[in-house]
């Protein structure tokens, strides 16, 4: 998902080198990674936690204790992580408009 993401910001891009600041887009691009990094993590996470429940043994139970408790972490990371990208993304949309429009005093 995230691949195909990428591809569109960097078509949007090809198609308009004028379009915003290259600094801007690879903040967005390095976000869009951390945030697949952690989700391919969580993936994982819970297909670990799955096996670990269908196997009923005791220790593999107590283990998933701790891989939830990361799972949990990660989440709020990924909301974090969206978080600062929304910021990120519309302070850039307000710059460049401002730079496109300046006010006429």
């Known amino acids: 998902m995230a691949n195909n993401t990428n591809k569109k910001l ?4 090809n ?3 004028d379009d915003g600041n290259p600094e801007v887009w690879a ?3 390095k ?4 945030v ?3 989700l391919d993590r969580n993936r994982m996470l819970i297909q670990q936690v799955n096996e ?3 196997s009923k043994i005791q220790d593999n139970m107590v ?3 701790a891989l939830i408790q990361e799972l949990n972490g990660n989440i709020s990371k990924v909301v974090s992580l969206y978080s600062d990208l ?3 993304f519309s302070t850039a949309f307000q710059q460049q408009h401002s730079n496109e429009h300046p006010k006429e005093g």
């Open 10 to 13: 960097k078509h949007h891009r």
């Open 15 to 17: 198609q308009d080198s």
């Open 27 to 29: 903040t967005i691009d």
């Open 31 to 34: 976000s869009f990674k951390q």
């Open 36 to 38: 697949q990094s952690v």
């Open 52 to 54: 670990n429940h269908q």
């Open 63 to 65: 283990k998933n204790v």
């Open 86 to 88: 929304s910021s990120n």
